[in-house]
């Protein structure tokens, strides 16, 4: 995870109704993730050929209130797969914004077990070149420091996708706490002007306030629900 401070006022426009920015004292955050789907399923069934996925996405930071309780979430903004009938059923289901690129990575094998040293990078290839982003985790993965930037990022267990209307689709996103590892040579290799928008460019060429690496978990998306009307 690659982690930049941004002006609220490029996310506030696209924040959905019934949402709110959420900050990190007093900082606005956005994110560009890569991972790897092990075995993923739609509703319990699996998608023949599609089980196994890299995806890439750019993600920013929400949260509301529901009968007192604070609901943290995430909103996606651009999700790259190389899979296109993974983009299409995001986009039927979640009405997510996946796009389709060619890509390639070099993960250690997946076992929820990072060790200091061990290599990560997700590439993507557009425009006749390739893009991506790489990080080496610094030492064993530990648990976030209690209320530091590292757990504010991780600990995210809400999904809110922005519907055509302006409204959000909320979904509660279920796994262990995530053990994280801080990152060295983190970097991100892209045109982020033409891959996500010129607004985002000043502050996605730069090195990231933060980057770590999440050993990750068996993880479940329950069916989305809409955010209610206020």
Known sequence: MLNYTINPAVLAPRVPRGLELDTFQGQCYVSVVGFLFQDARLRGWSIPRHRCFAEVNLRYYVRREVDGQLRRGVVFLKEIVARRCVSWVARWVYNESYVT?????????????????????????????????????????????????????????????????????????????????????????????????????????????????????????YRGTRVPRE
């Not at 094998?109 to 070149?129: H, I, M, N, S």
């Open 101 to 221: 690129y060619p890509m390639r990575q070099a993960c250690p094998e997946p076992q929820f077990t990072l060790r200091a040293g061990d290599e990560f990078c997700y590439q993507w290839r557009r425009r006749g070149a390739w893009e991506g982003l790489s990080a080496v985790a610094e030492r064993d993965a530990r648990f976030p420091l209690p209320e530091s930037l590292d757990q504010f990022i991780v600990e995210h267990y809400w999904g809110y996708s922005a519907q055509r209307d302006g409204g959000a689709l909320e979904y509660a996103v279920e796994h262990i706490p995530w053990r994280i590892a801080p990152a060295r040579d983190a970097r991100l290799d892209c045109q982020p002007a033409t891959l996500y928008g010129q607004e985002f460019a000043p502050y996605l060429t730069g090195p990231p306030a933060s980057a770590f690496i999440a050993d990750g978990s068996p993880v479940r998306v």
